[in-house]
């Protein structure tokens, strides 16, 4: 099963109530995912700085000094907002790097959510609504946004198990589905030199795009190429700095039901997560196409390009 | 007419009140508002009743249904009219994956599009869809008849048996053992009275009909791979 849920607004006017149009979206899906649940929300870039969320099993030994500690190793200056067990560190854009290697050892059981200069991600295990009530993501403002609730069919049900999972600098992604190929396919992206950590098969579709971006594909050419290469069910809804995509796998087994109007696109895995949005009486309601990549961006007009044969 | 708000009574009170209606109840019209794209909506009926959805439903609306005419004022997701026996569904918006799959009689018409797999294993149901159908539709129909007044998606009729499809549009690709075959006066009275059930006003003559070629009912070395 697993839910999945998106908003891509268009009228800036709605930004101060995406957290909570989103959330109750999650909320709706959760017995599609009562395993774990999480939510990717892009808002607020300071020029010159990338966020890096991390997550602890620990966070009051973890997070405290963190920010000073992590700061005076790399000589530069840190800030840091904790929100429950993930903390949001705001880090100099030419220092990501340097940062992360110095987070390893300094903090080793700190775990690394996402980074980018808009993208934040907040995930653990439990009921969406308790998830979304210690991250208090109903408060959250935003451009955009994705969720995941997730029934886990196979690999643990962790923290690190649960989606969003980042691909890259302001990217991620949430899977409703389940890959069969993704063994192999894992085994090939770690000779590639790919950090793959857990047994989790979205983790593998993730790394994958993130290892095609890496080669020089455009996030739309990774998903094309995604459709050859992931072998198994899958609807994957992503999200970037300025824009969220769709696709789905030729079979187009797992549900998806998307919505526009002139203020949003909302995308649901059910109908029902979209029922409280406003003006969806009014909006157009679709099924996205099988094998066929969907993509909207605050830069762009919507494309949506059919597979080659 | 019977209002039932669906948010207020909830879903169990709902399938109990309209499964308790006999043949000979006076209570034959029901609306149900706030349906909000509610899974398993008007399930198992078995009584010659009218069942208006106010909005959209989730997953199996109308399954099983015997005997009631059930009309959705919006889509349908999955499973739409599964497994029907009699009666007649009609959804005047689009219609999810498999909508009509293994029924055994009844009418369904779906006034939008509809998604793949419509009419999996259909065996003896009439489907009337005004718009588009997906991929695999028909995937290993018995018996019925479908009607599309748009296009069909890859695989229609893969491995079908006996079921007549009647495609007015383009079709993407046949299926296994699907193939055009001809129009003749029967069918074309056949599909009238389809399309007068259906409430469309195409005309019978612009379909083409798509049947079995009945290579895979006996074992052929040639289909094995």
């Known amino acids: ?309 | 007419m019977q209002t039932f708000d669906l948010e207020a009574q909830g879903l169990r009170d709902l399938n109990t009140t309209l499964q308790a209606q006999s043949k000979e109840t006076n209570q034959t019209k029901w609306e149900i508002v706030n349906a909000k794209g509610s899974h398993a909506i008007a399930v198992g009926l078995d009584a010659p009743i009218e069942v208006n959805v106010m909005g959209s439903t989730g997953y199996y609306c109308a399954g099983m249904n015997k005997q009631a005419t059930v009309r959705v004022h919006g889509s349908a997701g999955p499973g739409v009219a599964e497994n029907m026996m009699s009666g007649t569904v009609i959804i005047e918006g689009d219609a999810s994956q498999y909508a009509g799959a293994t029924a055994h009689g009844g009418t369904l018409v779906i006034k939008g599009n509809a998604s793949s797999r419509c009419g999996i294993s259909m065996k003896g149901i009439d489907i009337i869809v005004h718009g588009n159908i997906g991929h695999m539709s028909a995937f290993m129909a018995q018996s019925g008849n479908m009607v599309v007044c748009g296009d069909a998606g890859d695989a229609l009729g893969d491995s079908l048996y006996e079921a007549r499809l009647f495609v007015r549009g383009s079709v993407k690709s046949l299926g296994a053992d699907c193939i055009e075959k001809e129009m003749r006066p029967e069918h074309i009275e056949i599909l009238k009275d389809l399309l007068e059930r259906g409430e469309c006003d195409a005309k019978p003559e612009e379909f083409k009909r798509y049947g079995s070629a009945r290579k895979l009912y006996n074992f052929n070395i040639d289909n094995a791979y």
């Open chain 1, 1 to 309: 099963m697993c839910g999945i849920v998106g908003l891509f607004l268009k009228d800036p006017s709605l930004e101060s109530r995406l957290g909570d149009m989103l959330t109750d979206m999650l909320i709706t899906m959760t017995d599609r995912g009562p395993d774990s649940a999480g939510i990717a929300i892009y808002r607020d870039e300071t020029p010159g700085r990338v966020k890096m969320t991390v997550q602890s099993d620990t966070p009051d030994d973890d997070f405290a000094q963190l920010d000073t500690e992590l700061g005076s190793s790399i000589g530069k200056s840190i800030t840091m907002r904790v929100i429950d067990t993930h903390a949001v560190l705001d880090i100099p854009s030419d220092s990501v790097t340097t940062a992360r290697a110095a987070l390893g050892t300094i903090r080793p059981n700190v775990r690394v959510m996402s980074y980018g200069e808009t993208l934040e991600i907040y995930k653990e295990v439990g009921l969406p609504k308790d998830v979304a009530a210690r991250f208090e993501l109903s408060k959250m403002h935003g451009t955009h946004g994705i969720g995941h609730t997730r029934m886990a069919t196979e690999s643990a049900v962790t923290t690190m198990g649960a989606h969003p999972f980042n691909t890259g600098a302001d990217q991620c992604l949430v899977h409703n589905g389940s890959l069969s190929n993704h063994n192999a396919l894992r085994r090939k992206l770690r000779r590639e030199g790919v950090h793959i950590e857990t047994m989790n098969d979205t983790e593998v579709g993730a790394a994958y795009l993130t290892w095609r971006m890496q080669n020089g594909a455009t996030l739309g050419e990774a998903l094309q190429s995604s459709l050859d290469d992931l072998d198994g069910f899958f609807t994957f809804v992503v999200g970037t700095k300025d824009g969220f995509g769709v696709v789905r796998d030729p079979i187009a087994c797992k549900p998806a039901v998307m919505a526009e109007t002139d203020q949003y696109v909302a995308f649901g895995s059910e109908y029902r997560a979209l029922v409280n949005l406003p003006g969806i009486e009014q909006a157009r309601v679709w099924e996205p196409e099988p094998a066929t990549v969907y993509f909207w961006s605050h830069n762009a007009a919507p494309t949506a390009t059919e597979k080659a044969a």
